[in-house]
């Protein structure tokens, strides 16, 4: 067999093909061509029924509420809030709405946004001059400007002295008017008894450990001055021993004399007994001071938190060796010793 009859043979009959592609082909084109159509249609439904079938609801009343409260609101609602904050004229409102938009009433499809404003509370960033003012009333007005969690202003017990000014009457504070409120800052009072001075039942404080005497110290108006005595049989926690007499009834901060009895330091010893002893400013009101304690690692703890008058300072310790003691008065750092 030669070439060409191979090539006859082999050659297929595109005629016949080509008839019977055009007899079905029009019937898979129009079927295409609708089934597009029907697509593109089922697309438009599915568009417009997303754009205009959302559901209509009326947006509820919001200001004045918490804002917790308010977007339980919007929830309900099917609406989603936009918040923004804002400072705020009015005392006590932190954190409450104060403006929505749209308003109360509107009515709009649901899912859209509404932008509520939130109080920041009232923009002040000093303190004010408070001397000659009521002490009550400032620290009521101050209790209610910076009400919340997140309070900057925090107002500590009132120092009372004797002063010729009415009673109630604020005569000094810490910090100065003008100091800058940018961050939680502590507000320190010295208030008039009037002309009456101010009288306090003597503690007990002999026997006392010395946890137990600086929570004495804290807890009451007094000012002990301590000297230390080393003795083999004191406890491992120390003990005040002999103790100043004094009346049952003193003045405010009057000062006592006492003796600290520790055992006597030993090389191996990890706990350290004695008196952290400075001189101050002799302050012409008792001011706030805080003697805290760093240990080796680190971790700090306040010993002792109270008001001094000033000049001559002590406070007994029980610390671990190379403890770190910091006195910081009125805030600021004033002494620090390591104990060996």
Do not use: W
């Not at 079905?24 to 568009?47: E, M, P, R, W, Y």
């Not at 946890?211 to 804290?218: D, H, V």
């Not at 055992?263 to 001071?289: A, N």
């Amino acid at each position: 067999m030669n070439i060409k009859d191979i090539i006859r043979k082999a050659k297929i009959d595109f005629s016949d093909f080509t008839d019977n592609y055009l007899k079905g082909g029009k019937t898979s084109v129009i079927t295409a061509i609708v089934s597009l159509v029907i697509t593109f249609a089922v697309c438009l439904v599915v568009f417009f029924a997303s754009v205009q079938g959302a559901e209509k609801v009326l947006v509820p009343d919001v200001v004045g509420e918490t804002l917790t409260d308010a977007l339980l609101k919007m929830q309900e609602k099917e609406l989603y809030p936009k918040i923004q904050l804002k400072y705020s004229d009015f005392p006590g409102d932190k954190g409450t709405i104060l403006e929505q938009n749209p308003k109360a009433g509107s009515i709009v499809k649901a899912y859209r946004r509404v932008t509520l404003t939130v109080s920041r509370g009232i923009a002040i960033d000093y303190i004010e001059d408070y001397v000659g003012k009521n002490a009550d009333e400032v620290r009521n007005s101050l209790d209610l400007l910076f009400s919340g969690a997140e309070s900057l202003v925090v107002v500590a017990p009132f120092v009372y002295v004797k002063d010729e000014s009415a009673p109630g009457t604020i005569i000094a504070q810490y910090p100065e008017a003008g100091t800058s409120i940018a961050e939680k800052v502590k507000v320190q009072f010295v208030v008039s008894s009037g002309t009456e001075i101010e009288k306090i039942e003597m503690p007990k404080i002999e026997g006392l450990n010395i946890e137990q005497l600086l929570s004495a110290m804290a807890e009451h108006k007094i000012v002990v001055d301590l000297d230390v005595k080393e003795d083999d049989s004191a406890p491992a926690k120390g003990k005040v021993g002999d103790v100043e007499k004094t009346k049952d009834e003193v003045e405010a901060y009057t000062r006592v004399k006492a003796i600290l009895e520790v055992k006597p330091r030993q090389e191996k010893d990890e706990m350290v007994q004695g008196i952290f002893s400075c001189t101050l400013t002799d302050y012409p009101f008792p001011v706030p001071y805080v003697l805290t304690a760093k240990d080796p690692e680190g971790k700090t703890a306040v010993l002792i938190s109270a008001n001094h008058p000033g000049k001559n300072f002590t406070a007994p310790y029980n610390v671990k060796k190379g403890t770190t003691l910091i006195l910081s008065v009125m805030g600021n750092e004033t002494a620090k010793v390591v104990v060996e």
